[in-house]
Every structure is written in structure tokens, then in C-alpha cells.
């Protein structure tokens, strides 16, 4: 069974700092993606990352596959209380995406 | 543009009662729609998938069922609710890809709890 481990689970910080969040497995993903979900709201896709060693930038976020396609990184610079959220990865294999239990991540002002 | 629409937003149920959760997409034909449960802790739980009208994948076994009528509408249901269907219930689509490159949209949810 494939499964993609989140870390850390919650993470609280002050609007400034930086942070990264990690996406781990033990298996080989064809492709990997990193969702935001508020609360109540369904998440939202914010990269695919397909080649291992990919890194992506979107505006203050980095993500990262790393070189196997086994684990993932996203690391926010100068964290703002609008990125507060479930950070959710999700792996892509021959089957469905298999999601990630998530890391809460909450910017106090 | 693509819009996913998914009703009720809340909804309290009791034991034992029927259960119709209605998702609909518009502005794309011949999606893969995708029903999905999220408990507290446990991340997104894959229940259903449909590639096309008819046509249902059940990846885990419960008393839930799915139907797709229409192109571009997924329904959700139980006969009778059981305390552990409760849980947030997301609805999603995709464009047509290779399995594992499906990029997924997905709606506002339900939060359905069963007393």
C-alpha cells in the first residue's frame, strides 16, 4: 500500500518567519501535488511537480520533488496569516492520487 | 471557466435516514468526477470515482453508492445512515489524463453528521 506521511502535523508560527513542510513515502510517485484547504472549503491545487529534482516557485513558495519522486518539500519564505491552512500533498501512481493526512499551519499576525 | 457546485454545505441526518448528495459541474464535458470523504486525522478517503455516465468505481467498501445520470452530475447515497458516515464530503473533477497526472478541482463540500 502507498502512502504519503506529512510532517510535521501542525506547525504555528509568527508572520515573518519561514517554514517547510515535508512529504515522505517509500514509494515512487509519477507525479506529485500540493493542495491548501481552508476550513470548510474544499482544497485548492497549487503545483504538480513531475520530474525528480523539480523545483517549482510561486511567489513566496518553493516546492520541491526530490530526485528518487519518493518525497516533497514546501517551504513558505516570510510566512503571512493568508497562508494559514491544510497543506495537503498527494502522489500519483497507476492508480488514483493518493492523498496526504496533511500539515495544519497556522500565521499568527 | 469550469465551476464545480455541491449541496447541501451542512447537513444533520439521523441514524437509520437515506442520504442524497448532489455535485454538478459545468463548463466541461466528459470529466472524471470523483467522490471523496475527509475525517478528522485521517486525510482524503477516496469512496468513488466515474469515468464516464454509468460507469462507477467503488475503492472502498461501505453502505455508500454513487451514480452518475448525467455527464456532469455525481450523486452520493445511502439507504440508511450509519454514526461513522459523518464526516466532511467532497465532491471533485478532472480533465481527462494518464492515471496519477489528474489535476483535481474540487467543491465547497458537505459536513454531513450523523446523531
Known amino acids: 500500500t502507498q502512502l504519503l506521511e506529512q510532517s510535521p502535523q501542525f506547525l504555528s508560527i509568527q508572520e515573518g518567519e519561514n517554514l517547510t513542510v515535508y512529504c515522505n513515502s517509500s514509494?515512487?510517485?509519477?507525479?506529485l501535488q500540493w493542495y491548501r484547504q481552508e476550513p470548510g472549503e474544499g482544497p485548492v491545487l497549487l503545483v504538480t511537480v513531475v520530474t525528480g529534482g523539480e523545483v517549482k516557485k510561486l511567489k513566496r513558495l518553493t516546492f520541491q520533488f526530490g530526485d528518487a519522486r519518493k518525497d516533497s518539500s514546501l517551504h513558505i519564505t516570510a510566512a503571512q496569516p493568508g497562508d494559514t491552512g491544510l497543506y495537503l500533498c498527494a502522489g500519483g501512481s497507476q492508480g488514483n492520487l493518493i492523498f496526504g493526512k496533511g500539515t495544519k499551519l497556522s500565521v499568527k499576525p | 471557466s469550469q465551476t464545480i457546485h455541491q449541496w447541501p454545505a451542512t447537513l444533520v441526518q439521523p441514524v437509520g435516514s437515506p442520504l442524497s448528495l448532489e455535485c454538478t459541474v459545468e463548463?466541461?464535458?466528459?470529466?472524471?468526477l470523483y467522490w471523496y470523504r475527509q475525517a478528522a486525522g485521517r486525510g482524503l478517503q477516496l469512496l468513488f470515482y466515474?469515468?464516464?455516465?454509468?460507469?462507477i468505481s467503488s475503492e472502498v467498501p461501505q453502505n455508500l453508492s454513487a451514480s452518475r445520470p448525467q455527464d456532469r452530475q455525481f450523486i452520493l447515497s445511502s439507504k440508511k445512515l450509519l454514526l461513522s458516515d459523518s464526516g466532511f464530503y467532497l465532491c471533485a473533477w478532472s480533465a481527462r489524463r494518464p492515471y496519477g497526472r489528474e489535476k483535481l478541482f474540487f467543491g465547497s463540500g458537505t459536513q454531513l453528521s450523523v446523531l
Open positions: 463548463g466541461t464535458s466528459n470529466p472524471n
Open positions: 466515474s469515468v464516464g455516465i454509468g460507469q
Open positions: 514509494s515512487v510517485f509519477s507525479s
